[in-house]
């Protein structure tokens, strides 16, 4: 520490870059600390359980269609409600698997990922942010539902938006 101390007092300019690079290591560590993981296995086991499936099923599952729900906090925005719709998808999965007796294996994998991939709890600081009971969103066959499913696991690893948990609405809206 003495030895930096003197170098710093011989060369000012110096003091200036090491300060900017740790002031950008800290900011960028703050504002990653609650980002979600990237789901890189669970889009390749999606992928994997779709060509498994292809059309067999005619179940019809509960779809979360939009997972944009956006908050804006600061110096980034929120996701409102990845943790509801990570869990829509998650408990509805269970239902593929049932079904899907002879596929349990690599579905209860899945489900297992996308079990550990929660995020943290961390409120949204909007207080006003709600998001929709599974129920509420559209039954969709069940090709369109792993469609969307790797569609959110995709986008949760192109952006850089740090996940929050909103309140769960009681019921649907607008009202079905």
């Known amino acids: ?23 950008a290591l800290l900011l960028m560590v703050l504002l990653t600390s609650g980002q979600k993981p990237c789901l890189k296995e669970s889009i390749t086991i999606v992928e994997q359980v779709t060509q498994l499936l292809g059309n067999s099923s005619d ?33 509805e999965l269970k239902v593929v698997r049932e079904e899907e007796a002879r596929h349990e294996a690599i579905v209860s994998k899945l489900i297992h990922l996308l079990a550990k991939a929660k995020p943290r709890k961390k409120s949204c600081p909007n207080p ?15 090709p369109r539902f ?31």
């Open 146 to 176: 792993l469609q969307k499913l790797q569609e959110m696991l995709q986008w949760s690893c192109r952006t850089q938006t740090v996940p929050c948990v909103a309140k769960q609405r009681e019921t649907c809206w607008p009202p079905q």
């Open 59 to 91: 179940a019809e599952l509960y779809t979360p269609e939009d997972f944009t729900v956006r908050i804006f906090h600061r110096y980034y925005i929120m996701e409102a409600c990845y943790a509801s719709h990570l869990e829509c998808f998650r408990e």
């Open 128 to 142: 006003d942010a709600q998001c929709q009971p599974c129920e509420c969103h559209p039954e969709q066959p069940v």
């Open 1 to 23: 520490m003495m030895l930096l101390a003197r170098d710093v007092s011989q060369h000012p300019s110096d003091l200036k870059r090491f300060l900017a690079v740790l002031l």
